[in-house]
């Protein structure tokens, strides 16, 4: 390109072309995993999206075969890969949602994994010219190392807030026109830049495909599974689709039905004269979430209400005060108004919820929401709790609002389950409360079991030394329900829960003196498992019965909180030779993905590092490329790429519990992380320049570990302490607590590339791969690592691994040329 | 490395290919024939297998029977056709499936129908499970939701001349009130709860079945039974031999 000596001086690194170029693509990872959460399931999502960011590794593999060819062209090497990604971020999507991949049908028929590689390598397509472009600017620019790094992470930062913002405002396939025009806009960007010729006629024809993407994306149409909740209700002769609104959270929608409605009565007892009145289904992203209901009664006329196992409660007493957590289409305040509760206070985490069942239904729900003495809350519950002194008569869980049921949640962290979020709801009952749960009761039993273990840990860890005397526990067919009392539960109590059970057909499966032969007796199930279960876990041997036991009932803690995580690798076997036989729904589908997801890209790492290795020894190195500098090279950058992520994502969890919202909580502390690793990045380079680039990792490490320690050590009690914080104070002091820490990690990768790049150019895509690769291996692997060992464990080892890269800094022997970094963020 | 990948090559297109029966067209009812043996043969053996935790040797000889007639590649789409008497369930369109035919055999047989007796479905899907019950009775009535796919099973229900079966799109909530009570409910359609409609209709002495789990597999086979005094009891099976503890405790 001649523009360069047209214009005297050569033009400087494409800054703002990158800022824009990564904060698109973090924006399109994050969008992708909403889009497949609603299109397919969540930990699917999980699984094709991790996969498809190898796209990163895969650019090295590309790189170190064409990096000196591509350099030559920088402009329009530079010009195509960003026009690639903005043109391919779309496409790829829709055409891989008309794959019809079924996940249920995976075992039986190899054609489902072929789709599979199909979804995974159309979605690896635009992370990989991403990839290529900001790779392509750090070789070019290699004394700009340190600014490129900087503007690439502080770009991503800058994305996972957006991106935020953007599913506010737009429905999710709007929100991918947009961010396409951005990454249009990165083309334009780098364009001016570079001063390329004939840019205005490149610019129109930019304009011309924003244009045309943004039409596509708006009239183009999300095609859920077929078996997914709102494929099923929508299919029903004479259903409509009533109302559809996008939100951060969930895509929600609304389903009506007048010729067969929809009927939403979770448990209903078989002795009920009568079903429920008219509903509306409800549904996020795609997922049945319960119904509202139409408010035709009066109270004193509970009518189906009192039929299920959830209306306990209200049988041993009145509630003066209380608190429903997840309160979503209203069944259970609904419940609550009928059977008799003074004060309500319904919480419920997406304000979309409440503003269909307030606004939109309010006539349909009898203004449910706005009814004397019940108040609306939009809030995480167990971040309203602790951040309140109330204290209530009775705190009920439901059913729908409470993450998911098992199996297909068994990835998603949940701190409503944790022996520490029991604690807080004990403490915040009055002397004579109560705390319930309902829950989908699964056979063999799970969930309702590791429920009554946590109780137990809980109330034991509240000092309670029989906590036996405190727990009531019900079951029917399909729903079971859990109640922890703030003292020993009297004869009274029992008689009246008795009663309760007997004349709804419910089953009783613990009260405090209760006889085996009490058990079992309306739903028959082969033994008394559940009654087995409480009591062995009530038990001396409760150790025993959980080694023992198929599943893992042991109770998920804040470190560990995953509740729906029941997977044991020793029925594995078992479970496997009874497939055929009607055994596969005894698998729990959420951890085999996790391992799947690991395996795969291990393998496909595997490959994306060994060809540039061989390619790298099948030509004569042209600086100084010896083995063991290569060694050096592969085990930091994977060494740094783990642990960056291994960071990200436990601090993520770290400050789940200070900030309570999962979504904003994962932007904050992302962006933070990413952000102040970009001004560390920025410094890193003058710091070198003193100290040398060997000594000033040294000191990154060192500042890594302090504050690491620190925050381990003094993190919880600075959290508890502060709870009862403004949540604005709360965010600034979380992004002023991340910043030190992040500033350390966001130095290890550039000083390192600044050192290849005076002797190693040719290894820069190795290195560029291999921390690409590592970041996708290390989001699976921290997920699989804390279900086992916890957070603490998986920062542990982040610091472990920090200080082997250190020992392992690769310093070329002599000077030549330079490149490429890499961060990844699929821990939203 | 040669063995691997050539256990890899082999283990690709066995799974590529169509399984059991090469894909044949109508004619070739012989083959057919034979793959409905060895269905049948496959079905004893997992029962073989389950047998003493499901509390019987064998499936009634009248299920297995009916279960040899109907033909139920005639019941999937015909690009599945190939496939249909594999032991595993199937994809029939409108996010539907055929189930599994050893969960069938199990269901048909949990209903413990004699001739004459008067059955409900509720969620008529392929078709398959009203004809095999009509080889079992002649009283049997069938609700679905889905119009097309209940046009699709009447269709092939003529075809193969089961006239008396009765089909009707519907709400199946309210059940069949002009033709209740029933000596047995299928519900087929998997629910959150049991509508008191539908157990209002269960004669004394009936049952009812429910599978409950995914389109794709049941997770626990539900048997209401209505007592002769009139009160309510379940059933909760599973259907593979499994227990989730060992030794005592």
Redesign the interface.
Known sequence: MNTEKRAGRPPGPPLAAITLLSAAALAYEVLLMRLFSIIQWHHFAYMIISLALLGYGASGTFLALLQRRLLAHYPAALLTNLLLFAGSALPAFLLAQDIPFNPEQMLWEARELLHLAAIYLLLSLPFFFAANAIALTLARYRRHIGRVYAVDLLGAGAGSIGVVLLAGLLAPLPALGAIVTAALLSVALAARKLRLPRRGQLFIVLLLLAATQLWVARTAVLHPSPYKDISQALRVSGARLLDTRAGPLALLQVVANDRIPLRYAPGLSLNARQGPPPQLGLFADGNSLGAITRDEGHAGEPGFLDQLTSALPYHLATPEHTLIIGAGGGLEVLQARRLGSGRIDAVELDPGIVELVSERFAAFSGDLYHQPGVHARIAEGRGFVETREARYDLIQLTLQGTGGSGGLFALSENYLYTVEALESFLAHLDTDGWLAFTRWTRLPPRGTLKLFATAIEALRRRGVDDPGQRLLLIRGWQTSTLLIAARPVDDDLITAMKSFCRQRSFDLVWYPGMPRSEANRYNVLRAPYFHDGARALLGPGAEAFLTDYKFDLRPATDDRPYFNNFFKWSTLPEILELRERGGLPLLEAGYPVLIAALLQALAASALLILLPLLLLRSRPAEGAATAGLQARVVSYFAGIGLAFLFMEMAFIQKFMLFLHHPLYTTAVVLASFLVFAGAGSRTAQRLAATTGRRRATLLAVGGILLTTLAGLLWLDSLFAWLAHWPVAARVALSVALIAPLAWCMGMPFPLALGALGQGGVRLIPLAWGVNGCASVVSAVLATLLAIHFGFTVVIVLALLLYLGSAAVFPSPPSPATGAPHARRVDAC | MKVLRRLLLV??F???LPGGVPAASDDHEEEYRRARREMLRAIEQ?LR??SA?LERREFDARVMDAMARVPRHLFVPPERRSQAY???PL?IG??QTIS?P??VALMTDLLGLKPGDRVLEIGTGSGYQAALLAELTDQVYSME???PLAQRARKVLDRLGYHRVRTR???G?YGWPEQAPFDAIIVTAAA??????L?AQLKPGGRMLIP?????????L?V?TRNEDG?????????????????E?
């Not at chain 2, 009160?231 to 030794?247: C, D, K, M, N, W």
């Open positions: 283990w690709l066995a799974g590529l997992d297998e389950t935790y594999e032991n595993r994809p409108y996010g599994q050893y969960i939701i889905i119009e799109v519907g709400d909530y959150d709860h049991v509508p008191p409609p157990v409950v789990g995914s389109r794709f597999m049941a997770q626990q539900v209401v009160s309510i009891h379940t059933r909760q099976i599973l259907p593979v031999r499994f227990v989730p503890l060992t030794g405790h």
